[in-house]
Nanobody
Framework: QVQLVESGGDLVQPGGSLRLSCAASGFTFRNYVINWHRQAPGKERELVATITPDGGSTNYAASVKGRFTISRDNAKNTVYLQMNSLKAEDTAVYYC????????????WGQGTQVTVSS
């Protein structure tokens, strides 16, 4: 059974930090690009960060570049999103998404974790 389980979401003050985790199971994790997306209330889902299967390349949305860092541990089937200097506009549900580099139709999503940035 394929699972992506996000964790680490919380309420944090502006300027604070959080680390999100996404634990994968049920598929060959090392063959998948992993994306973090987010969706704020009333807004469309936004791609935040991407990491290649070997972790050698990453990309970020302009809104988070320099503040967020995506990483992965293929031995633990886990991907992380380190979020620093958080702003109120980072408030959203954050979703982990896995896309196969072998079979493009294999595209999995987690259930999301809530991040709220507020004083």
């Amino acid at each position: 059974q394929v699972q992506l389980v996000e964790s680490g979401g919380d309420l944090v003050q502006p300027g604070g930090s959080l680390r999100l985790s996404c634990a994968a199971s049920g598929f060959t994790f090392r063959n998948y690009v992993i994306n973090w997306h987010r969706q704020a209330p009333g807004k469309e889902r936004e791609l935040v960060a991407t990491i290649t299967p070997d972790g050698g390349s990453t990309n970020y949305a302009a809104s988070v570049k320099g503040r967020f860092t995506i990483s992965r541990d293929n031995a633990k089937n886990t991907v992380y999103l380190q979020m620093n200097s958080l702003k109120a506009e980072d408030t959203a549900v954050y979703y982990c998404n896995a896309v196969s580099v072998v079979i493009a139709s294999r595209n999995y999503w987690g259930q999301g974790t809530q991040v709220t940035v507020s004083s």
